[in-house]
């Protein structure tokens, strides 16, 4: 079977192989590295309102306009890097989403220092991603009760653009939860990884 014939979720289609190569290889694969996770949070961010495949196919500009995410980089952006990022036609320009990502930096930074961002957020799921069963698109969620109760703990560590929708979104692709449809020949592969996942130690 080729990799067209192959089953998978509906959303990304056919017509845009780019879509289907980060369904077939990155979403739903669990992730246990803070750094990841926090590029990961940000593109979420900048995806509020979008679709992913207008942030998927601007992500390797917003790796170079935002250094890497290097989070330490982006703590210390002043308006000269604002007004850099507000005329770079390579990225999002939305100079609330820009803030918000100086200022995700710099709660990441924080919560760093006392904490770990990965071991936080799968200490919620006591370190094993939730394995679904879903049929249908129809029947996933675009919010539940542990993307509500996420979205609080990071607005309570001063991150922003981390609402309920934008983290489940999250989850999804970070392989906190498989949310690949059971006729989905990626729901059986990403299940084999997560069960086999080994969550960060404190």
Request: aromatic share 10%; proline share 4%.
């Amino acid at each position: 079977m080729s990799k067209l014939e192959l089953r998978r979720c509906t959303w990304p289609g056919l017509e845009h192989p780019d879509y289907v190569k980060y369904h077939d290889t990155e979403w739903g694969v669990p992730v246990a590295d803070s750094q990841k996770l926090f590029e990961k949070l940000i593109l979420e961010g900048f995806q509020s309102g979008l679709s992913w495949l207008t942030v998927l196919r601007k992500r390797e500009s917003f790796r170079a306009a935002f250094h890497g995410f290097d989070a330490h980089r982006i703590a210390r952006y002043t308006d000269k890097d604002r007004a850099r990022l507000l005329a770079d036609a390579g990225i999002i320009r939305n100079r609330l989403k820009i803030d918000a990502t100086i200022d995700n930096a710099r709660a990441f930074l924080k919560l760093q220092e006392t904490d770990d961002l990965a071991l936080l957020l799968w200490n919620f799921f006591d370190g094993k991603p939730q394995i679904n069963t879903f049929n249908s698109h129809s029947d996933i969620p675009p919010i539940t009760e542990m993307s509500t109760r996420i979205s609080k703990v990071l607005k309570g560590n001063g991150f922003r653009f981390v609402g309920p929708t934008t983290i489940y979104a999250f989850m999804q692709s970070m392989g906190f939860v498989n949310d690949h449809l059971v006729g989905c020949h990626r729901h059986a592969a990403c299940a084999k990884m997560q069960r086999a996942f080994k969550p960060p130690v404190g």
